[in-house]
Each structure stands twice: as C-alpha cells, then as structure tokens.
T-cell receptor, first 116, second 114 residues
Framework: GAGVSQSPSNKVTEKGKDVELRCDPISGHTALYWYRQSLGQGLEFLIYFQGNSAPDKSGLPSDRFSAERTGGSVSTLTIQRTQQEDSAVYLC??????????????FGAGTRLSVL | AQSVTQPDIHITVSEGASLELRCNYSYGATPYLFWYVQSPGQGLQLLLKYFSGDTLVQGIKGFEAEFKRSQSSFNLRKPSVHWSDAAEYFCAVGPNTGFQKLVFGTGTRLLVSP
C-alpha cells in the first residue's frame, strides 16, 4: 500500500482479555518497528524486525507482550491478559532497510488501545 | 544513557511569527537526528533529518533545523508559522549505524493564535 496501515484504529477491551494489533508495512520495507505512546511514558520503542526475525525485543514491557512477523510483511503485536496500564497508542513504523537513508522510519496512524 | 530533551511542553505562536522548538540530546556518538510532527489522531510524519554533512537541513512545509554538535542541539525553526502547523512536534535520535531504535523527546505542542 501507499503507507503503513494499522488495524484496528481503536480497540476497547476488558482487563484480562487478549488483544491483537496488526501492522501492514510499506511494500518492500524490510524493517518494521513497534512503539508505544502513552501519557506517562511518551514514545517508547518496543521491538524491531528485520525480515521475520526480531533482533531487538528489549522494549517489550513484560512477557505478556509478544510480536511476530510473517512473510517479511505483516506484523502482529499480541498483548495477553491486558492490564489498565497497557492503555496507550501503539504505533508501527517501517523502513526500507537499516543503512543511511534506508533508516528513515515511516509511521502508521496507530491503534488506540483502551483497557477497561 | 541516551536521552532527548524538549524543554518546552507547550508553545503558542501568532500566525505569521517565527518559530523555534528546542531539542537537546545525550548520546554516545554523533547520532542520526529527526524531527517528526503528529496531528491529532494521526501517526508521525517526518519533517526532516540529519545524517551527516551540512549542519543546516531543510525539510518539508518550510521547516529547517540546525545541528550544533558543541551544544548537542538540533533545534527546529520556521520563519513564518501557519495555522495548519498547530500540532505536536517530536525530536528523535538514533544510532548512525545499524537499525534505528529511535529515542524520542516528550514532544512540544504548538498552538497557533490568529
């Protein structure tokens, strides 16, 4: 597609439920990133994919968070047993690669997650 | 530790006036530097970037930024602000090699008064 697409745009869930957030990167972009934007913490890096591999998962806040990427394209961020502190906007970005100008990240509009 | 400081949480500027948004960073080496803009309900749009070379970089929408190594700063400027520039602005830094694990500032919200 023309840009990074994220779905759903909004998600309301009950505490304790699992949620899946989807990201469709720009076609041909090999690198994909997840960030979380919350009032108290600002924008935080969660995880990075190069192809289908995740060389850096250091930003995932707990083992309730996981992510995968298939076919070098679509990525899913899963949050199990959601907690109220998981409420935030989850942003996905992709870049053509990881060298020089390929490092420019293009962001989707995000998924706003509200945990009641 | 890597960090980005945007000291101004909110700034109000009259339409047509000039704008400067401040950004200071702490990083182990010369980083890549970025300014992004976020309108309500939207994702982040890249305004401009600095990788190397000329320390004054031009971006979209008439914005520019100057990298000052001695001050660890990368301030964003615009000579004449338009009402449509009202948004939140984020400064970010990342390593100059490998993948870009961006570290963001807390953002500056720009309000434009008529």
């Amino acid at each position: 597609g023309a840009g990074v697409s994220q779905s759903p745009s909004n998600k309301v869930t009950e505490k304790g439920k699992d949620v899946e957030l989807r990201c469709d990167p720009i076609s041909g972009h090999t690198a994909l990133y997840w960030y979380r934007q919350s009032l108290g913490q600002g924008l935080e890096f969660l995880i990075y994919f190069q192809g289908n591999s995740a060389p850096d998962k250091s930003g995932l806040p707990s083992d309730r968070f996981s992510a995968e990427r298939t076919g070098g394209s679509v990525s899913t961020l899963t949050i199990q047993r959601t907690q109220q502190e998981d409420s935030a906007v989850y942003l996905c970005a992709s870049s053509p690669g990881t060298g020089g100008s390929k490092n420019i990240q293009y962001f989707g509009a995000g998924t706003r997650l509200s945990v009641l | 530790a890597q960090s980005v400081t945007q000291p101004d949480i909110h700034i109000t500027v009259s339409e047509g006036a000039s704008l400067e948004l401040r950004c200071n960073y702490s990083y182990g080496a010369t980083p890549y530097l970025f300014w992004y803009v976020q309108s309500p309900g939207q994702g982040l749009q890249l305004l401009l970037k600095y990788f190397s070379g000329d320390t004054l970089v031009q971006g979209i929408k008439g914005f520019e930024a100057e990298f000052k190594r001695s001050q660890s700063s990368f301030n964003l400027r615009k000579p004449s602000v338009h009402w449509s520039d009202a948004a939140e602005y984020f400064c970010a830094v990342g390593p100059n090699t490998g993948f870009q694990k961006l570290v963001f500032g807390t953002g500056t919200r720009l309000l434009v008064s008529p």
